[in-house]
C-alpha cells in the first residue's frame, strides 16, 4: 500500500498576492528615487574628504520632492555652498559624487585649484600648513597636487546652474571641464559616510 505524501503542496501566488508583492518593490524603487538611497564612490576626485570605496548615504529629499523616477523637482530650492552632491554628469550622464562651489548669481573664478566668489579668495593655509577652503563658514580640506588642474572663469553663475569641483582640485573631473549643472541633474545631498575601510562608519558631509 502506498502512503500518501505528506510533503505540503506548492502554493500558487494568487492574484492579490501578486498585487502585494508588486505594490512593495514600487514602494522601494520609489522611495530610492524619490528620498534616499546610497553611493559607492568610484574614484579619488573627492580626496581627502571622501576615499575611493566609501559607501555615502544621499537624502534625495534635501532639495525638495521630485516627480518619481524623473529628473523633475516639484517643490525645494537649489543646494548651498559647500554641500557635496550625487549629481548626472553633463558628459555623459554617469552619476558623480562633487561639491557645490558656486551658485546662481555667485562671480566665480578658478586658478591653480584655488576658487575665488565674488572676488574673495576662499582656499587659506591652515596653522599646519594644510590648505581649507570655507564655503559659507563650512571648512573642508583640499589638494591640489599636482598643479590644481585646469584655470576656470571669471564667469557669472546663470538661474538655476551650478559650478561643481572636486575637492581633490588636480585630479578631478569637473565643472571646469563640463561646465554649469543643472538644478535638475543633482539627485540629492550626501549626507556622511556610513562605511569605510571595510567597516560601519559614520562621518559626516
Not at 36 to 58: E, F, N
Not at 145 to 162: A, L
Not at 173 to 180: H, K, L, S, T, Y
Request: charged share 25%; no cysteine; proline share 8%.
Amino acid at each position: 500500500m502506498t502512503r500518501p505524501s505528506s510533503r505540503p503542496k506548492p502554493q500558487r501566488l494568487t492574484l492579490r498576492d501578486f498585487i502585494s508583492v508588486a505594490a512593495a518593490v514600487l514602494v522601494v524603487l520609489t522611495a530610492r528615487s524619490s528620498l534616499a538611497d546610497h553611493y559607492v564612490v568610484p574614484s579619488g576626485s573627492m580626496l581627502p574628504t571622501v576615499h575611493l570605496a566609501d559607501r555615502i548615504l544621499v537624502d534625495k529629499t534635501a532639495y525638495g520632492l521630485r516627480v518619481p523616477f524623473t529628473h523633475t523637482y516639484l517643490t525645494g530650492h537649489g543646494p548651498s555652498h559647500g554641500d557635496v552632491v550625487v549629481l548626472n554628469s553633463p558628459d555623459d550622464g554617469i552619476v558623480l559624487l562633487k561639491r557645490v562651489v558656486a551658485v546662481p548669481g555667485d562671480r566665480v573664478e578658478v586658478r591653480g585649484g584655488h576658487l575665488a566668489l565674488n572676488g574673495v579668495a576662499e582656499v587659506i593655509a591652515d596653522q599646519h600648513g594644510h590648505l581649507i577652503e570655507r564655503l559659507d563658514h563650512h571648512d573642508h580640506p583640499v589638494l591640489l597636487d599636482p598643479d590644481g588642474g585646469p584655470d576656470f572663469g571669471p564667469r557669472i553663475v546663470p538661474p538655476d546652474r551650478y559650478l561643481v569641483m572636486g575637492d581633490n582640485r588636480g585630479n578631478s573631473r569637473d565643472g571646469r571641464f563640463f561646465g554649469w549643472v543643472d538644478r535638475n541633474e543633482i539627485l540629492g545631498r550626501a549626507v556622511g559616510v556610513y562605511w569605510r575601510d571595510g567597516r560601519p562608519s559614520w562621518i559626516r558631509l
